[in-house]
């Protein structure tokens, strides 16, 4: 019931049919093929909670036996060496994490890549408050780019690959093209053909996808970067943190990894959207790579 669309305001029909008109048992119906109406009454949580809510329902939020809240890191811990979650420890008076793959498979397959709590609260936050600060930056920046009379939109690194991929695309095409005169000349056997033919066309379909990606990315940048920016309103609302809550990680983070040294590296949410932001910037900057 949380993720229903109808928490935002919409209204879903066509969950189900019946099998038809003689056995009235019901099917369920794909997501793809439901109706659904926007903005027919009074929504329940406000787009940005429900992006929030749908994140959190995404994370193993599986709550201690005889605990009703959920840990602080749940579902963001991963080891930096296997890519397997971390598991939550107490040890006297020490919480920390460790690599699953060690506590509960093999210590031959990953090292422990231990971490006390306290510790990774200390960098975590030290991670978030230092990307806020890079963000702001970027948003000076970005502001100071936008009073210019002339602002740059066209990326060339765009152009050129969607170039690229637009060659390759044309290049498979043809192979695929000469196939058929390949077989009628008995240079390869009809199975050759139609392994080929297969291997060609989801070649081609593939490049396609990535062209029309390309196309919307060349579109978007088109469109400037403005103040009003996803990834600044984000970080924005967090610029005097100096606590660490579970709603602040789920906004701003993505995964946390440990390394076997303690050592952390942070995976934030907007990494698409921050790299654009840094392309626009080094494209009205001049200065390249000083971002």
Known sequence: MLESPVNIGHMVQGKQRVVSYKVHDKVAVSEDEWYVA??????????????????????????????SEVHLFSGFMRCADCGKALQRKASRDNVYYVCRTNAEKSKTRCSRHSIRIDIL??????AI??????????LEIVDEINQAPAVNTQSQRLEKSLKDKQREQKKTQSLADGLYADLKTGLINITDYKRLKAKYDEQIAALGEVIENLKRE?????????SENEVFAAFRRH?????????LLVELVDKIYVYEDKEIAVDFRFADELARVREFVEMNSGRKGSV
């Open 129 to 138: 408050q230092n990307q806020i600060a890079f963000v702001d930056s970027l």
């Open 38 to 67: 926007e903005n027919t009454h009074e929504p329940t949580f406000s787009l940005e909670e429900y992006a929030t809510l749908l994140r959190l329902l995404e994370r193993d939020t599986r709550t201690p036996n005889g605990k």
């Open 218 to 226: 060349q579109q978007k940048m088109g469109q400037g970067v403005s």
């Open 239 to 247: 610029r005097n943190v100096q606590q660490l809550d579970r709603s």
């Open 121 to 126: 609260e200390n960098a975590v936050l030290t």
